[in-house]
């Protein structure tokens, strides 16, 4: 597995400092991705769930670019997701689960896109919640992004990605063992 696990916990103050101010930032340059959301409600969800810092902070370091995207009406929690004009280059060129890799033959890559999600605290994005998303911009125009795959597509050896062409959304198939350069995943924290 990436460098991802031995990471994960080892924030100093001076890095998180970088990190709320880059969320901060991020947040404030793109308010039509949070409309009626302040910063300060958002510092207080992270304040309050300083676990969170360190999944955050992975998404940054792989090139995620998380942003606040809503609040679940129902818990009250923040939602980011990866707001990255592409699919993340930290997290390209890998199959789909565990046992993708492990039936794979030979030219096996390094890492799955549900292992390197677990091991960063945060969940694949689901069609739903990517097509969510795609309202808010243009995203994978020249890259694809890994879904969370229906335990009935997966169970047949498939699993599903998705990116944005001529004006629209697509969601494929593909076999769950396949891995492209230009193919990785986004993901969705709850704060």
């Known amino acids: 597995m990436n460098n991802i696990n031995r990471n994960i916990k080892t924030l100093s103050p001076a ?3 970088a990190l709320l101010r880059t ?3 991020r947040f404030e340059k793109n308010m039509h991705r949070h409309t009626g959301l302040e910063w ?3 510092q207080a969800r992270l304040d309050a769930n300083p676990e969170k810092w360190a999944s955050l902070n992975e998404m940054e370091r792989t090139g995620g670019e998380p942003d606040v995207v809503g609040v679940d009406k129902n818990t009250g929690e923040t939602l980011f997701y990866d707001c990255s004009a592409e699919s993340p280059q930290g ?3 890998v199959c789909y689960d565990r046992e ?3 039936s794979r033959k030979e030219f096996k890559p390094e890492d799955t896109a549900m ?3 677990a091991a960063m605290g945060i969940e694949i994005l689901t069609e739903e919640q990517y097509r969510e998303l795609q309202k808010l911009g243009n995203f ?3 890259t694809s992004s890994w879904l969370k795959t229906p335990a009935e597509i997966r169970k047949l050896g498939g699993a599903i990605f998705a990116d944005r062409r001529y004006g629209q959304v697509f969601v494929y198939h593909n076999g769950a063992s396949s891995y492209y350069a230009a193919r990785g995943f986004r993901g969705s924290l709850r704060v």
């Open 91 to 93: 997290r390209r060129n």
């Open 100 to 102: 993708a890799l492990d």
């Open 115 to 117: 292992d390197m999600a």
């Open 40 to 42: 300060a409600a958002v």
């Open 23 to 25: 969320l901060k930032a």
């Open 15 to 17: 890095q998180l400092e």
């Open 140 to 142: 994978d125009t020249k």
